[in-house]
């Protein structure tokens, strides 16, 4: 069964506060959702198997941990998702990255696939499905069926703001994939964005708006 993780560490809620304030350039913006992502890296990665290696240091041998198992991939949600890449390529260099392509309909609010590109190994690979807003789930919950339609059988949502309606959404049409978000705010306004939230990621973050 699949679990919301909420991580409210004080560097992820400091720089959160600064992605929300209407006044912070597209820059900041963007150094500001990598540094984030990479520190929910840390949460999302820490239940990776693990395997003892004998090793000798400089000093010693010794038998030290190494990750086993499946490899990682990351997957963003174009657009916005391609701000969180980065961070998380920084903390895991070797992972490769896919791309789906989706967009919400102006007048429905439904999202609308446009584009996939995975690795050819998708299938075999742990998935880190990025993308900074989960408003109504929509277009996070038709991404995981994506992947799944691929083969995925792990993947992690990973967003940067929420809103309970969106998380309720994911969690009822996907219940093995696993939440793990910085904040829940209060709702979805009746343009179906996140309140308080931050406004339109994807504007801020290439200054398209």
């Avoid at 984030?36 to 949460?43: K, N, Q, R, T």
């Avoid at 174009?78 to 490769?96: E, F, H, N, T």
């Avoid at 799944?148 to 309970?164: H, Q, Y």
């Avoid at 979805?188 to 708006?209: C, H, M, S």
């Amino acid at each position: 069964m699949g679990k919301l993780h909420i991580i409210d560490h004080p560097m992820i809620m400091h720089k959160l506060t600064l992605m929300r304030d209407k006044d912070t350039g597209a820059k900041d913006f963007r150094q500001l959702l990598s540094e984030i992502s990479m520190l929910m890296g840390y949460e999302i990665t820490r239940d990776l198997p693990m395997e003892d290696v004998a090793i000798e240091t400089p000093v010693a041998r010794m038998a030290a941990k190494k990750i086993s198992g499946k490899k990682l991939a990351i997957v963003p949600i174009l657009r916005a998702g391609l701000g969180m890449v980065d961070g998380l390529l920084s903390l895991i260099p070797v992972a490769k990255v896919g791309h789906i392509g989706l967009y919400r309909d102006p007048e429905t609010h439904m999202p609308v696939e446009y584009y996939c590109k995975m690795p050819p190994d998708i299938d075999n690979r742990i998935v880190i499905l990025a993308d900074p807003m989960l408003a109504t789930g929509g277009s996070a919950s038709d991404a995981i069926s994506m992947l799944k339609k691929r083969g995925c059988t792990s993947i992690k949502l990973m967003c940067l703001v929420g809103a309970p309606e969106g998380a309720k959404l994911v969690m009822e049409q996907h219940p093995d994939v696993d939440i793990y978000i910085a904040a829940m705010d209060e709702r979805l306004n009746e343009q179906k964005y996140i309140v308080p939230g931050l406004g339109d990621a994807g504007d801020r973050l290439f200054g398209t708006k």
